[in-house]
């Protein structure tokens, strides 16, 4: 089963609100990874944990706070957010990133609309 | 220049018809090679996932991948209105195995 489940589908915030995005898989992969996708762009790669740590943040903004309490769960804070953050939020994991390029899953993504 | 070059389309293609969708790059430290599919509004799919040069077969899915010539390709036979989506290149090697390195993405669209 390749599955990575995000939870929620959509989210509405405004913009002095805090608010969480969820990922879970259960494929035993050692990494995982949070990716920012505007409308008819590629994923941009905001962080990537590895072992639980976090091994890449690339220059994101204070305003999101990634956390991952366990191997399985991969968390996004959000919080003071613009307008112009609203966007696909994907999680992806693979079974490891550092020694070679291993495949990506994608999960469905959470729909981010900040007012 | 972009790292990775990749004609966003879009195309229109006939039911039943083979689509070559293809990616060109200009960093020689890439060896992994991934093709995603990725419908309205969802997450992007993992079709084919590629090691160094060579041609990997899936079903009607064909990748290609020319280290020489820096150059991948998707193949898809007997296309169907199903497979009307974008399709994203990307790749990833050297010291960044991790950082996926995306095309634009080709939106194809199959007629009935």
């Known amino acids: 089963d390749t599955e990575v489940t995000q939870t929620p589908k959509h989210l509405v915030m405004g913009m002095t609100n805090k608010k969480s995005l969820k990922c879970e898989q259960h494929?035993?992969?050692?990494?995982m990874y949070w990716y920012k996708q505007k409308a008819k762009k590629p994923p941009e790669l905001m962080f990537v944990y590895s072992y639980e740590k976090l091994s890449i943040n690339e220059s994101v903004p204070s305003r999101f706070s990634p956390e991952c309490p366990n191997s399985s769960l991969l968390n996004l804070h959000l919080h003071a957010l613009q307008p112009e953050d609203s966007a696909l939020y994907l999680c992806?994991?693979?079974?490891?990133?550092?020694?070679?390029?291993?495949?990506?899953?994608f999960g469905p993504g959470t729909r981010l609309t900040v007012t | 220049q972009k790292e990775v070059e990749q004609d966003p389309g879009p195309l229109s293609v006939p039911e039943g018809a083979i689509v070559s969708l293809n990616c060109t790059y200009s960093n020689s430290a890439f060896q992994y090679f991934m093709w995603y599919r990725q419908y309205s509004r969802k997450g992007p799919e993992l079709l084919m996932y590629t090691y160094s040069s060579g041609n990997k077969e899936d079903g009607r899915f064909t990748a290609q991948v020319d280290k020489s010539s820096k150059y991948i390709s998707l193949f898809i036979r007997d296309s169907q209105p199903s497979d009307s989506a974008t399709y994203l290149c990307a790749m990833s090697g050297g010291t960044s195995y991790g950082k996926l390195t995306f095309g634009q993405g080709t939106i194809l669209t199959v007629h009935p």
């Open positions: 494929m035993g992969h050692r990494a």
């Open positions: 992806a994991s693979s079974q490891g990133y550092r020694d070679r390029g291993y495949e990506q899953y």
